[in-house]
């Protein structure tokens, strides 16, 4: 597991989350969340340097700073998983938490754990996100 490059940290099941991935990667350092042994790889594969590796399943949790993340990426791939991410990346930040989401679930339930705000894109371009990191 490697901890660090606090500030951002992206969770991203899906093509719209790596292409996200690898456009900051060119301007910014930030950390990503695996869930799995095959997601970690998949992270390597992109060449992401700061992985924190978890299994949200579990009941423990890393204990991070509380400030470790000033901003929480989260691309919804599935409602379960979405939300387990949600409540645990909450713990680490009083910053901003985006679920970003191609899908129709009410926006209310992700709020009610813990996002800021949920954006709903058919195309799965938010590269605006990227502007507003002031890069």
């Known amino acids: 597991m490697y901890l660090g490059h ?3 940290l992206i969770f991203s099941p899906n093509v719209a989350g790596d292409e996200f991935i690898l456009a900051l990667s060119k301007r910014k350092e ?3 969340l695996a869930c799995s042994s095959v997601q970690k790889q998949h992270y390597l594969e992109l060449g992401v340097k700061s992985i924190i590796d978890v299994d949200i399943t579990e009941n423990y949790s890393i204990h991070l700073a509380e400030k470790a993340f000033s901003k929480v990426y989260i691309f919804e791939e599935e409602l379960g998983l979405c939300c387990g991410v949600i409540e645990y990346t909450r713990k680490w930040t009083n910053g901003i938490l985006f679920v970003i989401t191609r899908k129709h679930y009410p926006q209310m339930i992700y709020k009610a754990l813990g996002a800021d705000f949920v ?9 605006f996100l990227i502007e507003k990191e002031n890069i």
């Not at 954006?119 to 590269?127: D, E, L, M």
């Open 119 to 127: 954006i709903r894109t058919k195309s799965g371009n938010v590269f």
């Open 6 to 8: 606090g500030g951002i």
């Open 30 to 32: 930030f950390s990503v």
